[in-house]
T-cell receptor, first 112, second 112 residues
């Protein structure tokens, strides 16, 4: 099993630019989560999908953030426009149940 | 506001000794409890899950849960330098509908 795949692994962009992070969950998993990790705030849940349907997006910090899951094997997290305070490591995780989550390698985002 | 509290450390333990990591949580509706290990620059890795009061052992790891006291702990026996990492405590409600709420982690250092 390839595990959760995320791309890109590193992203450096300038303030105001659009950023798109991508995730391919483990095949057969029906839950997908997006988290953000910073030194100050730790690991925070942004949004969660079950069977491709968004269940809880209360962790999405602002309207600048959006996430989609068009099919069971792909999800995106978009930030438009990006700001320096969005700099963080973004993790995607997937699971067979909503309790068992396996994390991808993360995308390190730097917004200048 | 659901909160998970951990001592940030660093917690320094001699090689071969028992490392004891603690976590408290605020949401009495929490039913599922997890310990993740995170090496620097890597993604969180699930090492233990526990759902019932008492102890659960897996190799050198023992998770302990006391729902009345809202307390979870992780014991690592015969600590090895490779156990040096940040340990994240996470909780979820039954069914995980809220996703996982993470503590900020305890940085563990095993001294050779």
């Amino acid at each position: 099993d390839a595990g959760v795949i995320q791309s890109p692994r590193h992203e450096v962009t300038e303030m105001g630019q659009e950023v798109t992070l991508r995730c391919k969950p483990i095949s057969g998993h029906n839950s997908l989560f997006w988290y953000r990790q910073t030194m100050m705030r730790g690991l925070e849940l942004l949004i969660y999908f079950n069977n491709n349907v968004p269940i809880d997006d209360s962790g999405m910090p602002e309207d600048r953030f959006s996430a989609k899951m068009p099919n069971a094997s792909f999800s995106t997290l978009k930030i438009q426009p990006s700001e320096p305070r969005d700099s963080a490591v973004y993790f995607c995780a997937s699971g067979l149940t909503t309790d068992t989550q396996y994390f991808g390698p993360g995308t390190r985002l730097t917004v200048l | 506001q659901k909160e998970v509290e951990q001592n940030s450390g660093p917690l320094s333990v001699p090689e071969g000794a028992i490392a004891s990591l603690n976590c408290t949580y605020s949401d009495r509706g929490s039913q599922s409890f997890f310990w993740y290990r995170q090496y620097s620059g890597k993604s969180p890795e699930l090492i233990m899950s526990i759902y019932s009061n008492g102890d659960k052992e897996d190799g050198r790891f023992t998770a302990q849960l006391n729902k009345a006291s809202q307390y979870v702990s992780l014991l690592i026996r015969d600590s090895q330098p490779s156990d040096s990492a940040t340990y994240l405590c996470a909780v979820a409600r039954a069914g995980g509908a809220d996703g996982l709420t993470f503590g900020k982690g305890t940085h563990l250092i095993i001294q050779p």
